[in-house]
């Protein structure tokens, strides 16, 4: 049984671009969370999907940001018109029907705005 | 203020002695978690926790509902224990985790 997945694992993109990160969650698992850990911070929830569903996304930037989990496929983080400060690491993590069971992580992607 | 604190910052030890980890939070939870950041990045999960006293090997979490206080204990530290320990917790009224800011092991052969 593969963990989670996410690629790319790392991502090179100029300003103005957009970033596309991606998460396969755990067979079985049917709930994503969505993190992101600033350089020399600590990690921050962004957004919680369930299938088909944004379950709560208070954490997401207002603007240029997005996420989706469809019914077939990875779930997809989403950056438009990247900026410098949107380089980070950004991390899923996944559960299974619980919502507030224990998550398992993904090896997250590096993100890298120049 | 943070919703979860943890101490110390940074912690360095010889390789044998007893660690601990201290973490406070101000909310209500459903779970408090403790978690391993490698140097290469990758998050593990190590223990899920509501109530009592859970261990895993060297590793022992506790957790004082009451005081709203965790700790993780590594017993007979060795080097590959160097990591940073992050505390997290869900809380009972949504469905964040929220994170403390870590606690850099590193433990000297």
């Known amino acids: 049984n593969a963990g989670v997945m996410q690629n790319p694992r790392h991502l090179v993109r100029r300003r103005g671009q957009e970033a596309r990160l991606r998460c396969s969650p755990m067979?079985?698992?049917?709930?994503v969370y969505w993190y992101r850990q600033l350089p020399e911070e600590g990690l921050k929830f962004m957004v919680y999907?369930?299938?088909?569903?944004?379950?709560?996304e208070s954490g997401m930037p207002k603007e240029r940001f997005s996420a989706e989990f469809p019914k077939e496929g990875p779930s997809i983080l989403r950056i438009q018109q990247v900026v410098r400060g949107d380089s980070a690491a950004y991390f899923c993590a996944s559960t299974p029907t619980s919502a507030k069971g224990e998550q398992y992580f993904g090896p997250g992607t590096r993100l890298t705005v120049t | 203020k943070n919703e979860v604190e943890q101490s110390p910052q940074n912690l360095t030890a010889q390789e044998g002695e007893f660690i601990t980890i201290n973490c406070s939070y101000s909310v209500g939870i459903s779970a408090l978690h403790w978690l391993q950041q490698h140097p290469g990045g990758g998050i593990v999960s190590l223990f899920m926790l509501s109530s009592g006293k859970k261990k895993h090997g060297r590793l022992i979490a506790t957790i004082n509902i009451q005081e709203k206080h965790s700790s993780l204990h590594i017993t007979a530290s060795h080097p590959r224990d160097s990591a940073v320990y992050i505390c997290?917790?869900?809380?009972?009224?949504?469905?964040?985790?929220?994170f403390g800011t870590g606690t850099s092991l590193t433990v000297i052969p």
């Open positions: 999907l369930q299938k088909e569903n944004i379950i709560d």
């Open positions: 067979k079985g698992h049917s709930h």
């Open positions: 997290a917790v869900t809380t009972n009224t949504g469905n964040q985790f929220y």
